[in-house]
């Protein structure tokens, strides 16, 4: 009888945590690090020096040989992912070749409600590090003009004050 109940209570918690797993839109595999709550937590940024660049992905899940980064956006709804948002993901998937020596072979980013996967292909890996390339530029560049015109942007920039183009006060 005991037993019986050990079991149906086991039983219980799998399901639970399956529909937990489904839910949270992660793939299946052993985190390897975590920079979201307690846990495994990764406790120094991923860093890649020759294209100046160091991050932190909010997961690092291994699966199958393979060290796969997970961003997680869980207040933003859309679709298709942002490409901005994209773009933050290969650049974990481009830490992560460095840090490991092995590329992965995609990335996933999670909204509220949507997990999308993004192909760690050759030619996402040519357009960011062009891009890194492009704002590297404008980083040594003396003066850079103003990206957009949309004043709630400005507003919440914390160079605001030092900017000349800014477009709030």
């Known amino acids: 009888m005991l037993g019986g109940v ?3 209570l086991g039983l219980l918690l799998l399901v639970f945590a399956l529909v937990l797993r489904q839910r949270a839109g992660l793939p299946w595999g052993r985190v390897a690090a975590m920079d979201v709550g307690a846990g495994r937590p990764l ?3 991923l860093v890649a020096m020759r294209y100046r660049l160091a991050g932190k992905p ?3 899940i ?3 040989g393979a060290v796969i980064p997970v961003e997680v956006k869980p207040g933003r709804r859309a679709p298709r992912p942002y490409d901005s948002d994209l773009m ?3 650049a974990y998937c481009l830490l992560v070749e460095e840090t490991t020596g092995r590329a992965p072979p995609w990335g996933f980013l999670r909204y509220a409600d949507a997990t999308f996967r993004l192909a760690y292909t050759p030619a996402v890996r040519r ?5 890194l390339d492009e704002m590297q530029a404008l980083l040594d560049a003396d003066d850079v003009s103003r990206s957009h015109d949309d004043p709630r942007r400005c507003a919440g920039c914390g160079f605001r004050t030092l900017c000349d ?3 709030a006060d």
């Open 6 to 8: 050990v079991l149906c």
């Open 43 to 45: 406790e120094r940024p």
């Open 58 to 60: 909010d997961y690092l």
């Open 62 to 64: 291994e699966r199958g």
């Open 88 to 90: 933050q993901l290969a």
């Open 127 to 131: 357009r960011l590090v062009a891009l």
């Open 165 to 167: 183009d800014a477009l």
